[in-house]
Each structure stands twice: as structure tokens, then as C-alpha cells.
């Protein structure tokens, strides 16, 4: 089955800054990688996703990009505010008519340090 | 808000219990999935549902099992709790079939005693 893997687990950055996470998939059939973001107490929120025929996506001061002979996707956060922190989640999804999986990465915990 | 609502928000038992978490999705989806988020597990998929019908199987134990009604809205059943059974049990829906983009509904977090 598919394996997705995410780094870094923990990353603290400075307010204005920007944050990169990225995360690794196993099977080349995996064809949607979405992201999302889950607050305290709340589940995961959907903040961004790709599919395999686009190389990259942007939606105001968060992007993700997609390198699919390296199996790899990341995802990118500009200008870095205090309610960006959260722990972030990137996922991978095999779907085939009638039968899909979405596989989670291990998330990494955001702190955005004023 | 996500539009998936789950009941109820927090539940407490003891090991040997049997407990029913309840999902109702986003108006106008008709696929349900669960997922457990434990600590050292992070966000594992249990089952899916389409319009009443199980359609996808993960990691759920024998001891669990679910459904879905002819009103969309599902139920987790939990039976013979452990321990280890303790986490946050999300719901999500999806339009429909090969619809990837899920949503999801606040969680249940389980506590077994």
C-alpha cells in the first residue's frame, strides 16, 4: 500500500518568515495529494491540494508543489502569521473508480513565533 | 465549518464496553469515511461508505464496524474496548465516488478507562 512519509515533525518559525514542509510518497499511481491543517481541538481542515497533472499550486500566501519522478510534494507558507500555527498534514491518494485511499503523512507541528 | 457534524463530542467507558459514534455529512454527499487519530498511529482510515454501501476497508479491527443509513448519515460501532481503543475518531465526507476532496467533521474523542 502507499507509504507517506513528512518532515520535519516539529518546526518553529519566525513571524514574517516562511515555512516548508515536505513529505515523500511510495506509489507513483498515487494521483492527489491534499494538505491539511488541524487546529487544537478540531479536525483537519483542508488548507490546499494537487493533482498529478499540475506541477504547482497557489492560493494566496500558501502553495504546494509536485515532483512526481521524485515522488515528492511540499508545501509552502509565505509571510507567516501567529494563526498559521497548527500541525499540518499532507496525504496521498491511489483512486481508481469505486475505490480510494487517502494516506496521511505523520504531521508536522507549526509554531509561529511572534 | 466543515459541514460534517459528529456526536457526541467527547465519550468516556470502560474496557469491555461497547460504544456508537454518529456522522452526518456534508448535505448532498454520499460518501462517509472514518478515520482514528491516536498519538504514535497519527491518522489511520478505517472504512468508507457510498450511499449506503461499504466501499473501502483500512485498518479497522473485527471489533469495530460500521454503517450507513438511507438518510447518508453513518455510525461507528466500537465493541469490546481496550485501552489502546482511546483516540479521536473523525468522519469525512466526499460527493461521491472517485471524489477526492474530503471534508472533515469535528471528531468523538474516546477515552476507555
Known amino acids: 500500500g502507499e507509504n507517506v512519509e513528512q518532515h520535519p515533525s516539529t518546526l518553529s518559525v519566525q513571524e514574517g518568515d516562511s515555512a516548508v514542509i515536505k513529505c515523500t510518497y511510495s506509489?507513483?499511481?498515487?494521483?492527489?495529494f491534499p494538505w491539511y491543517k488541524q487546529e487544537l481541538g478540531k479536525g483537519p481542515q483542508l488548507i490546499i491540494d494537487?493533482?498529478?497533472?499540475?506541477g504547482e499550486k497557489k492560493d494566496q500566501r500558501i502553495a504546494v508543489t509536485l515532483n512526481k519522478t521524485a515522488k515528492h510534494f511540499s508545501l509552502h507558507i509565505t509571510e507567516t502569521q501567529p494563526e498559521d500555527s497548527a500541525v499540518y498534514f499532507c496525504?496521498?491518494?491511489?483512486?481508481?473508480?469505486?475505490?480510494?485511499?487517502?494516506?496521511f503523512g505523520t504531521g508536522t507541528r507549526l509554531t509561529i513565533i511572534p | 465549518d466543515s459541514g460534517v457534524t459528529q456526536t457526541p463530542k467527547h465519550l468516556i467507558t470502560a474496557t469491555g464496553q461497547r460504544v456508537t459514534l454518529r456522522c452526518s455529512p456534508r448535505?448532498?454527499?454520499?460518501?462517509v469515511y472514518w478515520y482514528q487519530q491516536s498519538l504514535d498511529q497519527g491518522l489511520q482510515f478505517l472504512i468508507q461508505?457510498?450511499?449506503?454501501?461499504?466501499?473501502a476497508k483500512g485498518n479497522i479491527l473485527e471489533r469495530f464496524s460500521a454503517q450507513q443509513f438511507p438518510d447518508l448519515h453513518s455510525e461507528l460501532n466500537l465493541s469490546s474496548l481496550e485501552l489502546g481503543d482511546s483516540a479521536l475518531y473523525f468522519c469525512?465526507?466526499?460527493?461521491?465516488?472517485?471524489?477526492?476532496?474530503?471534508?472533515f467533521g469535528p471528531g468523538t474523542r474516546l477515552l476507555v478507562l
Open positions: 506509489d507513483s499511481a498515487s494521483n492527489y
Open positions: 469525512a465526507s466526499s460527493e461521491g465516488l472517485a471524489q477526492e476532496t474530503q471534508y
Open positions: 496525504a496521498a491518494m491511489w483512486s481508481n473508480f469505486g475505490n480510494e485511499k487517502l494516506t
Open positions: 461508505y457510498y450511499n449506503g454501501e461499504e466501499r
Open positions: 494537487i493533482r498529478s497533472n499540475v
Open positions: 448535505s448532498g454527499d454520499l460518501s
